[in-house]
């Protein structure tokens, strides 16, 4: 590696185009930092017109991205691109074919190629880095690998997905309806014109599949994390949450139960408002690690935008300038465990739950207004062995059709199969207008 760092950047957008300021406004800094020059020698982008909004005289534009993988002069590509194939799975491919350092904030690729890549990287005795991939400016993927090393982890909980937070607690808040927070989060940049990877959950389950990775060893599995998003919750959800003194938001979970079984999940929960977690409020992200020796630990910050997630892409790079490197995944990518992933050839899939856990849950029910409805309910609720803790007619009418009223029920500890079962049977009543929606309530371990 040559005396000054000679950086190459793919991708000028929220996060390239703030790294590349950073680097070329702050060059003493990172000298300072990093104790050598780190330079930008070429960037990329799909057009090279665009106004960045600072200069970047002296830097090559190359209008091919692929072409800044084999230039002589480059030590190290930043991907800042996006997307798990395409010109950004080839970039990092061809970089680290030819020999050439990767730091990347690409989760997507992450989570589905991850594993091969840092093989790859590692067999060739390169760096490929990815703070920025998970929770943007905390340091969650340091901490893990680092701070936490010593540790057996048991659980990892995060809220991972900034404009799901967001959008969940401007609903909570404002008492508005789903549909009508997503436009406006449309409107100030923190959702996309597309939103469905942010609120189906998808990329929380990217960032989930590379913390279950680097928290218990096993091989990136996304295809193990059972996702559920959040375009189901309607205003009245989060009415009926706050009468139970609780919100709603997406939280990622995985864990290690006593098997030893790993299982993985993204889904919307009720939190008690009194919970660390339910005060995380816009746009912030949360994560939470349990482990022995430590007990637990929680670190809050932006999950995204420009600053929050350059910072985490100019740290991997004062690392590699100042020599500091580490496997991407904490341990040798060889040495990580396969078997936490449907697509593997395991006789079982892994559970979405651990086989063990009971949860309290809350069921929203559309029923009509009439005698024996609540008895049939209940019975099928008997007959799964599911006791209730509460049920509720709030007087908040639903839609006013037909004389259909909400029904709010909650259940002491159970199996979530068994809820599964008997609202699946509870659909099925006459009396009963819309499928069941459920949600668990935060069982806090
Ligand atoms: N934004 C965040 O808050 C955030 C947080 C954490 C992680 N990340 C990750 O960071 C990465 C970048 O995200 P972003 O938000 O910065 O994306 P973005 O704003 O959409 O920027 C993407 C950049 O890639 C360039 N590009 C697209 N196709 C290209 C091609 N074929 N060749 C060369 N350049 C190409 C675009 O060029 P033009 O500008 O010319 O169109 C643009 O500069 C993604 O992996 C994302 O998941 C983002």
Known sequence: MSKVLNVAIAGLGTVGAEVARQLIENADHFTHQSGRAVRIVAVSARDAEKARGFSMAGV????????????????????LIGGEAGVAYDLVLGALKNGRHVITANKALLAHHGHALAQMAEEAGLTLAAEASVAGGIPVIKMLKESLAGNQITRITGILNGTCNYILSVMQHEHREFADVLAEAQKLGYAEADPS????????????????????GTAPALDAVAVRGIRDITRMDMENAR???????????????????ISAEIRPILLPLESGLAKIDGALNAVSFAGAPIGAVTVVGPGAG???????????????????????????AKSLKQGNS?????????????PGRMEKHFIRLKVYDRPGVLADITAILRGHDI????????????????????VILTTHEVKPKAVAAATAEMAELEAVLAEPVIFPIYHGA
Not at 342 to 354: E, I, Q, Y
Not at 389 to 403: F, L, T
């Open 60 to 79: 090559d534009f190359c209008a091919d991205a692929l072409a800044l993988a084999s230039r002589e002069d480059v030590d190290v590509v930043l991907e």
């Open 197 to 216: 990877f942010d609120i189906d959950g998808i990329d929380a389950a990217h960032k989930l599949a590379i913390l279950a990775a680097m928290g218990f």
């Open 243 to 261: 009468d139970l003194g609780c919100t709603i938001r997406l939280l990622g979970e995985v864990e290690r139960g006593d098997s030893g079984a």
């Open 306 to 332: 420009a600053g929050a997630t350059a910072s985490a892409v100019l740290a991997d790079v004062v690392d590699l300038a100042m020599g500091r490197h580490s496997p991407l995944f904490g341990v040798p």
């Open 342 to 354: 449907k697509t593997t050839n395991l006789s079982a899939p892994t559970p979405a739950h651990p």
């Open 387 to 406: 006791s209730v803790e509460s049920i509720n007619q709030p007087s908040r009418a639903e839609d006013g059709v037909n004389g259909a009223v909400p």
